[in-house]
Structure formats: structure tokens, C-alpha cells
């Protein structure tokens, strides 16, 4: 099994409990296929690069997961039919990105560096 980030930006006209809701639905395709979700993490609303169907903005959603590459395409053609869905990106994560995820986690890079006592 292979790991796999999938960020999902919906569309900004829904309200907090609809985008929920539309990422509730995303979820529970990956849960049912067997696939164990590690961390789910909603940046909330935020403004778009660029306008993507006249909108400037979306509620953006990241689900990392471990799947087989066959839920890959049914969760995608999933995300292809709902029309609350601006966009989505999936990716396979490699022992780096892996690695560097564990350790975000766990709060390695939280830390603040100390500060010295100025003269």
C-alpha cells in the first residue's frame, strides 16, 4: 500500500456545514475501501491564486491516507462528478515526504529556537 495526500478545494458559495459535509462524503469513500486515513486537516476558506470559474477563493480540505493505487481512480472520478469541487490534486507520497509528515506531526518543527540574553 502506498501513501497518498489529496488536497480538495471546494467551491466558496457553501457553508461551513455543506463543505463538511461534501468532505465527510470524500472521506468515507477512502475509509470503505479499506484504506486507513492518517491525517485530515481543513485549511479552512482561503483566496485562490487565480480564478478558477469566477471564483477567487475555496475552502480548502488535505486528507493523507494509505491506499491501493485502484481507490486512487474511483476516488477521483468521484471528485470529477460532484460540482462543489473547484479542483483536487493527488499525490503518492515518497519515504521523504513520508518521513517529513511523521516528523510535522509530531511537532519537530513547533520548536522555537532559544534566544539569547542580549548584552
Do not use: C
Not at 63 to 72: M, Q
Amino acid at each position: 500500500m502506498n501513501q497518498y495526500e489529496t488536497v480538495i478545494v471546494l467551491t466558496p458559495l457553501l457553508s461551513e456545514e455543506v463543505a463538511k459535509e461534501a468532505i465527510a462524503k470524500f472521506s468515507k469513500i477512502i475509509a470503505d475501501s479499506g484504506a486507513e486515513i492518517i491525517q485530515e486537516d481543513s485549511w479552512g476558506l482561503r483566496k485562490l491564486a487565480y480564478p478558477i470559474a469566477k471564483k477567487a477563493s475555496g475552502h480548502f480540505h488535505l486528507t493523507e491516507y494509505k491506499a491501493s493505487g485502484e481507490l486512487i481512480n474511483k476516488l477521483e472520478l468521484e471528485l470529477k462528478r460532484d460540482e462543489r469541487v473547484l479542483r483536487f490534486l493527488t499525490v503518492r507520497l515518497d519515504r521523504h515526504a513520508v518521513a517529513y509528515n511523521e516528523k510535522k506531526r509530531s511537532g519537530a518543527f513547533n520548536k522555537k529556537p532559544k534566544t539569547e540574553a542580549a548584552v
